[in-house]
T-cell receptor, first 116, second 116 residues
């Protein structure tokens, strides 16, 4: 596809369960970001991947959160033992290498996670 | 540390009128990018307009234009001839262009309501 895609669109889970959120970036975009957006709030940076470099995990809120990016393309954000405070929209964004495209990030439609 | 401030949590505008959304930022960098993103209820973040700090000319995209005041560190968005489809959350964002810099700093957003 032409844009960033994310799946699932919505996820409802029970407290304590693990969830996996998927992001397919735009082909050729080497940089990939995950953000969390709580209801009515701004974007909270979670993690950044750039090519084969070690990711910047400084935004992950706890060790229950992890992410990986396989083959420099698809990324998966995993939340273990979900808590109600994890309920939010999780946004993925990708961008071209360096400052190509004026440094613009392209966002996916997000995954709305609801933890009951 | 860089910060982005949007002091207007909510704004309203009559259809066909003009509205200006405010954004200020703080940085010690001399070169950077500034962005306005629109997030409608569908959640998809869409780039509205982008400004390179080294360019003195204000960016314009159809009905959207910015007033970039570098010395004042101000980056406001003007929407002319407002349409019902302009109703959304608007986020201002900043990114330095310094080599190795990759994080985007987002403001907390302004919710724009368009009145028929």
């Amino acid at each position: 596809g032409a844009g960033v895609s994310q799946s699932p669109s919505n996820k409802v889970t029970e407290k304590g369960k693990d969830v996996e959120l998927r992001c397919d970036p735009i082909s050729g975009h080497t940089a990939l970001y995950w953000y969390r957006q709580s209801l009515g709030q701004g974007l909270e940076f979670l993690i950044y991947f750039q090519g084969n470099s070690a990711p910047d995990k400084s935004g992950l809120p706890s060790d229950r959160f992890s992410a990986e990016r396989t083959g420099g393309s698809v990324s998966t954000l995993t939340i273990q033992r979900t808590q109600q405070e994890d309920s939010a929209v999780y946004l993925c964004a990708s961008r071209p290498p360096g400052l190509a495209g004026g440094g613009t990030q392209y966002f996916g439609p997000g995954t709305r996670l609801t933890v009951l | 540390a860089q910060t982005v401030t949007q002091s207007q949590p909510e704004m309203s505008v009559q259809e066909a009128e003009t509205v200006t959304l405010s954004c200020t930022y703080d940085t010690s960098e001399s070169d950077y990018y500034l962005f306005w993103y629109k997030q409608p209820p569908s959640r998809q973040m869409i780039l509205v307009i982008r400004q390179e700090a080294y360019k003195q000319q204000n960016a314009t995209e159809n009905r959207f234009s910015v007033n970039f005041q570098k010395a004042a560190k101000s980056f406001s968005l003007k929407i002319s001839d407002s349409q019902l489809g302009d109703a959304a959350m608007y986020f201002c964002a900043y990114r330095a262009t310094t080599s190795g810099t990759y994080k985007y700093i987002f403001g907390t957003g302004t919710r724009l309501k368009v009145l028929a």
